[in-house]
């Protein structure tokens, strides 16, 4: 039997696509790391089920090829006594070294120190900058001293009016001293203030997590019917990430039914129904807010109903049976402008959560992440890459959190390896 390819980003559920295709006896001949330009390598995975007779001599060799290319490139352990000599050997070049002596004596204590520190010293002379230390303080010159301006003959004094000073034009939040590390990191002011309530007693990371969960979001619920739509601009990838989470809901065990609803573009139902045959998910078409009622009550209770629908803002028609769900999807790697023209674009309130896409290909998540802490706008899923059979993933909000700060070797994340597992 020739074997078999499988290609995603997700180890564990390329696994489960060799268990459901081939069952529990599949053999793994072969896997890599297939590398692309500007975004996270894919896995490859080669499996096939075994002969009566054995493996053909080419999976054989194969597999002997993987095994000893992962023996050759391995790298040798180190051992206790080689860490032993190195410590010994950073503990001898430590006291070859010469002491090193400061030139400088300590700084004398500050005036302000006079009566918390007993027995203080006096203040030093003051001295002109870039005086050499040890010359001798210049005299002290006298104040000058300027004769009061007359005043115009017969004119009255003019009285200040509090009135007559401009507002501002615009005014920006200043954030405390303890979020300047958001500001630095490249958060808005404004979102600073809304983490700085969650800093007491916690790290910078454990702070914007607890601020990115007490932001608006919800969920379906099981024992009701719910249609669920991701809207959002062109180009936003809502389309997939509506089929990742179709695929998720019927991966689940829960009843997942495909809506083509959008008409705007070119072969878009078409493209439901091949995604809908790929998945194994039953796809109708809607062409009025009619068709959507007679879709849903037709539908057994509890049914998730993945409508797609064209790009902006959109509506869902009353229906009493299921209540509706929109998540917003913004590309990650969007330019800050068009991520808050793309959030304001909808009401206050009319939105259950937010959806990351190409997060594979976003340097940093910041700009997101501040956008949707601004409008109290919670994280629901994220959608990376093109490949729809690897599912969605609900966001940990923690490692998201972590990726956004510098550590202390220098080395910074954007929370991608979670966006992408």
């Known amino acids: 039997m020739e074997p078999k390819r499988f290609i995603g980003n997700d180890l564990a559920r390329i696994y489960q696509r060799v268990h459901r295709e081939l069952g529990p006896e599949a053999m793994i001949v072969e896997t890599r790391s ?52 190195l410590a010994a050997r950073e503990s001898a070049h430590d006291a070859a070294m010469p002491p090193v002596e400061l030139e400088y004596g300590l700084p004398e204590e500050p005036a302000w120190f006079q009566g918390f520190v007993s027995a203080a010293p006096a203040a030093p002379a003051s001295r002109p900058p870039f005086a050499p230390l040890g010359s001798p303080p210049p005299e002290e010159l006298a104040p000058l001293r300027f004769a009061p301006r007359p005043a115009p003959r017969g004119a009255a004094p003019r009285p ?28 808005s002011p404004a979102a600073a ?4 309530p969650h800093e007491h007693g916690n790290s910078p990371e454990e702070a914007l997590a607890g601020c990115l969960a007490s932001l608006d979001l919800a969920y ?23 089929m990742r989470m179709a695929l998720d809901c ?15 573009r070119i072969a878009g139902r078409e493209q ?7 998945l194994g998910i039953p796809a109708v078409d809607a062409y ?25 803002p959109w509506q869902s028609p009353p229906i009493p049976a299921a209540a509706h769900f929109a998540y917003l ?53 994220i959608s990376s890459g093109r490949d729809v059979s690897t599912g969605i993933e609900v966001a940990d909000l923690l490692t998201l959190a972590s990726g956004t700060f510098t550590t202390p070797s220098g080395v910074t994340t954007n929370g991608r390896l979670v966006a992408t597992a």
Do not use: K, N
């Open 329 to 381: 999807a913004l590309p990650a790697h969007w330019q800050p402008g068009a991520i808050q023209s793309a959030i304001a674009a909808y009401p206050q309130g009319g939105l259950s959560g937010a959806v990351l896409t190409f997060t594979d290909l976003a340097p940093g998540l910041v700009p997101v992440l501040s956008a949707l802490i601004e409008r109290r706008l919670g994280i629901a899923f």
């Open 272 to 278: 439901v129904r091949a995604y809908a045959e790929a």
């Open 160 to 187: 200040f009016a509090v009135d007559q000073h401009p507002a501002p034009a615009s005014f920006t939040p200043t954030p405390p001293a303890s979020s300047a590390h958001l500001v630095a990191a490249g958060f």
């Open 288 to 312: 009025s807010p009619q068709d959507l009622v007679h879709a849903v009550t037709g539908a057994p209770r509890g049914t998730c109903l993945f409508v797609d629908v064209p790009s902006g």
């Open 34 to 85: 297939l590398l692309r330009e500007g975004a996270e390598p894919l896995i490859e995975l080669l499996a096939c089920l075994p002969e009566e007779d054995g493996l053909p001599l080419q999976l054989q060799g194969q597999m002997v090829r993987g095994v000893l290319g992962r023996v050759e490139h391995e790298p040798l352990p180190r051992t206790v006594g080689d860490l032993e000599d």
């Open 250 to 264: 019927a991966e689940s065990g829960r009843s997942a039914v495909l809506v083509a609803a959008d008409s705007s």
């Open 220 to 242: 379906p619920d099981e024992q009701r019917s719910a249609v669920i739509t991701i809207q959002g601009p062109a180009g936003s990838g809502r389309t997939t990430a509506l």
């Open 193 to 196: 203030l809304l983490v700085e």
